[in-house]
């Protein structure tokens, strides 16, 4: 594997680690706020994320030893509608900017395994991004959101409130995890 995408997949690796961890704290964070559905929203989109770490981990293939892995993140605790506004804020960033970035080096290097995971994120982010915005504007009036069972793909992290397709329409597999 080209070096540069093997950085960046080890980027995207520590990025997505983070983002599960951080977002499993938000989300006891919003249960104990009085958030439950926050909360549930948070713990479902973290898995999505340990999904993307996972895929990214496994495209590294046989690549062992120790690397600096660079990746920014929000830190620290404070209110629901802030925790909220900083995954807004890093799902913004992965769709506009890293992995774009990451997916179009890839490309250029001829690494389809890490091309298909870069597209399995940012397609995924998309859906998240949407998700905390309208559970923001819910919050930031008081409420928690009216959240049905969120479905995660366990192969690309697809989400969806409801009812998990047949099929998911990103990876055509037929593996969902239920968050009711």
Known sequence: MHEMTATNLRSAYGGESMAHMRYRTWGRHAVEAGFPN???LFQAIAYA???????HFRELGAESGAFPVTSA????LGSVSEHLAGAIEGETFEIEEMYPTYKQTAQFQKEPGAVKSFHYAVSAEQIHA???TDAKKTVDAGKDI???PVQICETCGYTVEGEAP???PICQRREFRAFP
């Open 73 to 76: 993140a929000g830190f620290g």
């Open 130 to 132: 949407r998700m905390y």
């Open 166 to 168: 047949e099929v998911c």
């Open 49 to 55: 994320e340990e999904v993307h770490a996972n895929n």
């Open 38 to 40: 926050v909360g549930r």
């Open 146 to 148: 009216e959240l049905g």
